[in-house]
Structures are given as structure tokens and as C-alpha cells.
């Protein structure tokens, strides 16, 4: 009996968000058929200062946080692994889909994919107060995309980690301000030159 051609079937795919890209999916958005919320199988913190993020921290898995609800990016039945993977590294800011891996997510029959970004911020560098001193350092008039930002978009998408409130507190009183967008509205008037900056060149 002769072989007969088949395509090689492959399982549905999703994208494990918890960070910026539940509210910017960048090229992946037109692709997302549906969000439904999803806690994260792994510990969250901000452990990563991010050259995309102008030197502002952002969420990567760590040991020193705790999981928290993000959401499943369903992605269209079209789609192949390999693209889906191509296009979630573009939007993570990586050269290639190395960095893009498969995650059990407890219950989910899709194939489930995140971006693990390695962290690069010591202890110390994780203080309520450091995280605050660089997200302030990362704001600037231009209107790039800086630390307190990122820490109000994730708030707003309910993403908490054991020390985002502190965080936020630290930030509001750096800026005097009541609120992160007015925080951001306040550092991003005219004042000296200086700080901010990435640690390396990843996102």
C-alpha cells in the first residue's frame, strides 16, 4: 500500500502574556482571535531593566515574585508555529526565536508560547525604591516608551507582583503626583540631562 501525503496536524496556538503585550501585540494583534485570562504557571517580578522600555524595569519570571493573571492570546488557526514564534520575537525586540518558548499551562489544550527575556537586576536593584528611581530616570519629553508606563499599563490589565503597589507608591511620591499618568505628565517636563538607560540590549 502505497504512502498517502497528510498534512502533519499541529495543536491550536496561544501566547502566555503578562506584560506590555497584553495591550500592544505589536503585528501579532490582527492574529488574535480572543484573550481569556490565564494566571501564569511561574513566579513574576520586575527583574529586567529594558533598552525597548528606555532603561525602565519590566516583568520577567522570577524567583522573588509570585504568578500572576495575565491572559492567553488565542491566535488564529492559520497560523504556523514557526511564524507565530518569528512574529513574537519581533515584537519582544530579539534577532531571533531562541528566546521564545513552550509552557505548560495547566487545563489548556492549545500550545501555549511566552518570551522568557532574561533578568538582570541584582537584589539590591529591586527595591520599591530602585524600581522608582529608574522609572523616573526613564521618562523623558520625547514621549518614548519608559518604567512608568509600563508599571500603569500592567496595573490597568490587573498584572500585580508581590512588590508592584510599593512600586507604584515609590513612584507617585518620587513625582509627586496622584496617579502614574499624571507622574509620567510631570517627569516629562523640561529638567536636566541624565539617567535612564538600559543594562543590555534585549527588551
Given at each position: 500500500?502505497?504512502?498517502v501525503?497528510?498534512p502533519?496536524?499541529q495543536?491550536?496556538?496561544?501566547?502566555?502574556a503578562?506584560?506590555s503585550?497584553?495591550h500592544?501585540p505589536?503585528a501579532l494583534?490582527p492574529l488574535?482571535?480572543?484573550v481569556?485570562?490565564c494566571?501564569t504557571?511561574?513566579?513574576?517580578?520586575?527583574?529586567?531593566?529594558?533598552?525597548?522600555w528606555?532603561g525602565g524595569p519590566?516583568l520577567?519570571?522570577?524567583p522573588?515574585?509570585?504568578?500572576?493573571?495575565g491572559?492567553?492570546?488565542?491566535?488564529a488557526?492559520?497560523?504556523e508555529l514557526?511564524?507565530?514564534a518569528?512574529l513574537?520575537?519581533?515584537?519582544e525586540g530579539?534577532?531571533?526565536a531562541?528566546g521564545i518558548?513552550?509552557?505548560e499551562?495547566p487545563?489548556?489544550?492549545?500550545?501555549?508560547?511566552?518570551?522568557?527575556l532574561p533578568?538582570?537586576?541584582?537584589a539590591?536593584?529591586m527595591?520599591?525604591?530602585a524600581?522608582?528611581?529608574?522609572?523616573v530616570a526613564?521618562?523623558h519629553a520625547?514621549g518614548?516608551?519608559?518604567?512608568?508606563?509600563y508599571l500603569?499599563?500592567?496595573?490597568?490589565s490587573g498584572v500585580v507582583?508581590?512588590?508592584?503597589a510599593a512600586?507604584?507608591?515609590?513612584v507617585?511620591?518620587?513625582?509627586?503626583?496622584?496617579?502614574?499618568?499624571e507622574a509620567?505628565?510631570?517627569?516629562?517636563?523640561?529638567?536636566s540631562?541624565g539617567?535612564?538607560?538600559?543594562?543590555?540590549?534585549?527588551?
Amino acid at each position: 500500500m502505497g504512502l498517502v501525503a497528510r498534512p502533519v496536524s499541529q495543536r491550536p496556538l496561544a501566547v502566555l502574556a503578562y506584560g506590555s503585550l497584553l495591550h500592544s501585540p505589536g503585528a501579532l494583534g490582527p492574529l488574535i482571535t480572543d484573550v481569556v485570562p490565564c494566571r501564569t504557571p511561574f513566579p513574576v517580578e520586575y527583574g529586567r531593566a529594558s533598552q525597548r522600555w528606555n532603561g525602565g524595569p519590566v516583568l520577567v519570571p522570577h524567583p522573588s515574585g509570585a504568578p500572576v493573571d495575565g491572559g492567553l492570546l488565542l491566535l488564529a488557526a492559520h497560523l504556523e508555529l514557526g511564524e507565530a514564534a518569528d512574529l513574537l520575537a519581533e515584537r519582544e525586540g530579539l534577532l531571533s526565536a531562541r528566546g521564545i518558548l513552550q509552557v505548560e499551562v495547566p487545563g489548556q489544550e492549545r500550545l501555549v508560547l511566552t518570551c522568557s527575556l532574561p533578568r538582570n537586576l541584582p537584589a539590591p536593584d529591586m527595591t520599591p525604591g530602585a524600581l522608582a528611581r529608574r522609572a523616573v530616570a526613564s521618562v523623558h519629553a520625547d514621549g518614548r516608551r519608559n518604567g512608568v508606563r509600563y508599571l500603569a499599563a500592567a496595573l490597568d490589565s490587573g498584572v500585580v507582583t508581590p512588590r508592584s503597589a510599593a512600586y507604584r507608591d515609590a513612584v507617585l511620591e518620587a513625582a509627586g503626583a496622584a496617579s502614574l499618568d499624571e507622574a509620567e505628565r510631570l517627569l516629562a517636563l523640561p529638567r536636566s540631562e541624565g539617567g535612564g538607560g538600559a543594562v543590555d540590549g534585549l527588551g
